[in-house]
């Protein structure tokens, strides 16, 4: 199971005091999508995305987070994680033991907001 980011992009520079809408996709095998949320300060604090389009099993789901931007500028984190419907939820951190074989750990996005 997966959520990824498709926007902002890596280092994308966006303006402070702004709604920007973060978008992403997730994805899980044999279930379906039933939350997807979004943090923009490296994980202390996790936010609900909207789901967007039909959910089914094995399909990407589409998602969209409205993001105010913060007044202060400067590099912030972003990372979404998925929960299927089994209440499994993606993994904060790589699971080391997987090697390279599966990545479905949450992948930070650095963007700059000026």
């Given at each position: 199971m997966k959520a990824e980011i498709a926007r902002p992009g890596i280092n994308e520079v966006v303006a402070s005091n702004d709604n920007y809408p973060i978008r992403g996709a997730a994805w899980t095998s044999g279930g379906?999508?039933?939350?997807?949320?979004?943090?923009?300060?490296?994980?202390?604090?996790?936010?609900?995305?909207?789901?967007?389009?039909?959910?089914?099993?094995?399909?990407?789901?589409?998602?969209?987070?409205?993001?105010?931007?913060?007044?202060?500028?400067?590099?912030?984190?972003?990372?979404?994680?998925?929960?299927?419907?089994?209440?499994?939820?993606q993994p904060d951190h790589r699971d080391a033991n997987l090697g390279t074989y599966m990545i479905n750990h949450c992948l930070p996005i650095e963007i700059e907001v000026r």
């Open positions: 379906e999508i039933a939350k997807v949320e979004v943090t923009t300060n490296g994980g202390a604090r996790w936010n609900e995305a909207k789901l967007i389009g039909d959910s089914g099993t094995d399909v990407w789901r589409l998602w969209e987070f409205d993001w105010r931007t913060p007044n202060a500028p400067g590099r912030y984190t972003l990372m979404a994680r998925a929960t299927d419907s089994s209440g499994h939820t």
